[in-house]
């Protein structure tokens, strides 16, 4: 099975900009949660989406946004870019049957974004 | 709520020597419990999870974590590290819910570097 692919890899940008990522969950994965990565917050939760509606949400501002489309792709957008918003963003998907928390997550390589 | 803190940001061992990352968590409900691992440029990757059941868990790679809730602690070791064992490790809490796979609340992550 391919792994969960995130597009674009890598991705520059300037302040005030809005920017799209897009992740393809592993087939047959319904569950697909977004993850921020900086040196100094490290890795923080932001969203997870199953079955097209967001279950949870961490603390971001407005700003960041996210869907989840009918076959389980998802994409996140972050509006009016800050420099603080450059960072490793993380896309993970699971089963989402039955595991509840206990289930894993597997996670994308990533797309680095850079705001000048 | 749950937290995890990580002792030790980097850790430093020689090739064939005892690999010890340290791991404790709070949380208010039988936790769920993950060690994931981190190499440059690249997505996270499932090393091991403690759900229920016995508190020794194995994972890939030849590193086990045990799981003592009288310590509150989840701490990962290796008998004899491998080149290929530096990385960055982040233990891991899930914060879900019910039929949620929730969110995954990660420590500040340590980063391992083996000596020849």
């Known amino acids: 099975k391919a792994g969960v692919t995130q597009t674009p890899r890598y991705l520059i940008k300037t302040r005030g900009q809005q920017v799209t990522l897009s992740c393809s969950p592993i087939s047959g994965h319904r569950s697909v949660s977004w993850y921020q990565q900086t040196p100094g917050q490290g890795l923080q939760f932001l969203f997870e989406y199953f079955s097209e509606t967001q279950r949870n949400k961490g603390n971001f501002p407005g700003r960041f946004s996210g869907r989840q489309f009918s076959n389980s792709r998802s994409e996140m957008n972050v509006s009016t870019l800050e420099l603080g918003d450059s960072a490793l963003y993380l896309c993970?998907?699971?089963?989402?049957?039955?595991?509840?928390?206990?289930?894993?997550?597997?996670f994308g390589p990533g797309t680095r974004l850079l705001v000048l | 709520a749950q937290s995890v803190t990580q002792l030790g940001s980097h850790v430093s061992v020689s090739e064939g020597a005892l690999v010890l990352l340290r791991c404790n968590y709070s949380?208010?409900?039988?936790?769920?419990l993950f060690w994931y691992v981190q190499y440059p440029n690249q997505g996270l990757q499932l090393l091991l999870k403690?759900?229920?059941?016995?508190?020794l868990v194995k994972g890939i790679n030849g590193f086990e974590a045990e799981f003592k809730k009288s310590e509150t602690s989840f701490h990962l070791t290796k008998p004899s590290a491998h080149m290929s064992d530096a990385a960055e490790y982040f233990c891991?809490?899930?914060?879900?819910?019910?039929?949620?796979?929730?969110?995954?609340?990660f420590g500040k992550g340590t980063k391992l570097s083996v000596k020849p």
């Open positions: 993970a998907s699971s089963l989402a049957l039955g595991d509840g928390p206990a289930g894993t997550q597997y």
């Open positions: 403690y759900t229920t059941g016995a508190t």
């Open positions: 949380s208010s409900v039988p936790p769920y």
């Open positions: 891991a809490v899930s914060g879900g819910y019910g039929g949620s796979q929730g969110n995954l609340i």
